[in-house]
């Protein structure tokens, strides 16, 4: 059985970059999570654009899980305001908790971090460790730049079609949460095969 994911992980900038277009994007991205009754997990963070995801969901009601390793609870700001925060003890444990409870997973324009974090899920889902949807916002041409990477590594013989095209690409929120569907029987996955 499928359907829209019901907790959604939203990977993004700890800055907020410097067009107000990715405030808008992510302001909107959490009344879209709020309006749909989808909770959101995140970074746990105050800044940036997380901040701005996390405050957006709180004012309209919904429900946010924020994780955080203890050792950046000052240098992120620790949101204090979340529904529930859960303060880990290392990055490794922090992606395990955000991974384990998204049923889908939604990228906004970020720094390193983020393309980590991004990478990081991609990865795993090309080695069959999950089968939950990936979806990338575009923002300003921040996702164009992500796929022409993905594309030159699927070029030159370093990576197949087939994974370049788990990272989907969409130009809006509204398409990211049409193409957050979760199959109920996924592949199940223990986090110490991670
Ligand atoms: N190496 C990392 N692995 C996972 N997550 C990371 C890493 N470095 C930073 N992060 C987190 O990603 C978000 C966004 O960071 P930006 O660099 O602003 O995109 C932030 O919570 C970092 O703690």
Avoid at 126 to 153: C, F
Wanted: charged share 20%; with cysteine.
């Amino acid at each position: 059985m499928s359907a829209i994911a019901r907790t959604i992980a939203v990977f993004c900038g700890s800055r907020l970059g410097n067009d107000p277009v990715y405030q808008q994007v992510a302001e909107h991205a959490g009344k879209v999570l709020a309006r749909e009754g989808i909770r959101l997990v995140y970074g746990g963070g105050a800044n940036g654009l997380m901040g701005v995801v996390a405050d957006s969901v709180i004012r309209a009601g919904g429900d946010v899980t924020g994780v955080i390793p203890e050792f950046l609870s000052e240098r992120e700001k620790m949101h204090e305001c979340v529904s529930e925060l859960i303060v880990t003890t290392s990055m490794h444990e922090r992606k395990q908790i955000m991974f384990t409870r998204a049923e889908a997973f939604w990228i906004l324009p970020g720094g390193f971090g983020t393309f980590d974090e991004m990478m990081e899920i991609l990865t795993w889902r090309q080695l069959d460790r999950h089968d939950k949807p990936i979806i990338l916002v575009n923002t300003d041409g921040w996702g164009e730049a992500v796929m022409a990477m993905l594309k030159t590594a699927v070029r030159q013989g370093f990576a197949s079609e087939q994974a370049c095209a788990l990272l989907q690409v969409v130009p809006d929120v509204e398409t990211a949460l049409a193409c957050s569907v979760w199959r109920e029987q996924g592949i199940p996955v223990s986090v110490d095969t991670l």
